[in-house]
């Protein structure tokens, strides 16, 4: 059963606009989430993050809402640039060692010039 | 500059045999995992390290095995036991311990024909 869910395999946006990307979660026990952007044939890279404790953090165009209650979390990117095209992984953590996380299976995002 | 190194990029094996994956970080990390990618999936976890000498399995460590014998080394071997080993693998290390993200390598593209 999946735990980690990004149920939207693609999105397209236009240039300028925003681009939400959603992820839910089943597990109670992840208390930490990330985002990780990835090109074809290239490992991930680390984007943004948020703790439990949190409901918002944000990082210059990328801000990332989380809502416990709903076991969801978003990524928003604004203004969306065409660089921006990628796959985004979600991915979260239920101890204190983020690096082994479990990870959705990703959203493939288009930003249209 | 730091960072993790896989090695080969691509690599080609004959079915029933073994293939070690190299990687290596400079990173100084205590943690150390190994994801494997399938298209249109998120990452899976294989193994992982979190101190030299020690090693765990992740969700999918059938037909795979590691080795820790360097804090900055940790290798992956697709046994012959492994049942669809045509896959995109990454190594990844982190901070062990406490909320903070991983760091990927270029990823290594394994066939099997």
């Known amino acids: 059963d999946q735990q980690v869910k990004q149920n939207s395999p693609s999105l397209s946006v236009q240039e300028g606009r925003i681009s939400i990307l959603n992820c839910d979660y089943t597990n109670s026990m992840f208390d930490y989430f990330l985002w990780y952007k990835k090109y074809p044939a290239e490992g991930p890279t680390f984007l943004i993050s948020?703790?439990?404790?949190?409901d918002k953090n944000e990082d210059g165009r990328f801000t990332v809402f989380l809502n416990k209650s709903a076991k969801h979390l978003s990524l928003h990117i604004v203004p969306s640039q065409p660089g921006d095209s990628a796959v985004y992984f979600c991915?979260?953590?239920?101890?204190?060692?983020?690096?082994?996380?479990?990870f959705g299976d990703g959203t493939t995002l288009t930003v249209k010039p | 500059d730091g960072g993790i190194t896989q090695s080969p990029k691509y690599l080609f094996r004959k079915e029933g045999q073994n293939v070690t994956l190299s990687c290596e970080q400079n990173?100084?990390?205590?943690?150390m995992y190994w994801y494997r990618q399938d298209p249109g999936q998120g990452l899976r976890l294989i193994y992982y390290s979190q101190i030299v000498n020690d090693f765990q399995k992740g969700d999918i460590a059938e037909g795979y095995s590691v080795s820790r014998e360097k804090k900055e080394s940790f290798p992956l071997t697709v046994t012959s036991a492994q049942k669809n080993p045509t896959a995109f693998y990454l190594c990844?290390?982190?901070?062990?311990?406490?909320?903070?993200?991983?760091?990927f390598g270029q990823g290594t593209r394994l066939t099997v024909v």
């Open positions: 948020i703790s439990s404790i949190k």
């Open positions: 991915a979260a953590s239920g101890n204190t060692n983020a690096g082994k996380s479990t």
């Open positions: 990844a290390s982190s901070i062990q311990g406490g909320h903070t993200e991983a760091f």
């Open positions: 990173l100084n990390h205590d943690a």
